[in-house]
């Protein structure tokens, strides 16, 4: 399993500590509880990637 955060949380993680001048020069550490298996992560891909595929189809372009 791994802990994806995803990047808007991340800006919203670095402007909150900008705002707070204790945190200067120290680790910030962002994570979340919704940890991930490599398997489903595959599993979004191929969703994705044969989402994709059709709606090119769709738009006339031939996927490659």
Known sequence: EIN???VDRV????LAA??????VG????LAND????SGEIRNI???EIE???KI???AGIKPQ
């Open 11 to 14: 800006v919203l993680g670095i």
């Open 34 to 37: 919704n940890r991930v298996t």
């Open 4 to 6: 994806l955060i995803p």
């Open 18 to 23: 900008v705002k707070r001048p204790e945190s």
């Open 51 to 53: 989402d994709t595929r």
């Open 26 to 29: 120290s680790r910030i550490h």
């Open 45 to 47: 891909a191929r969703e």
């Open 56 to 58: 090119l189809q769709a």
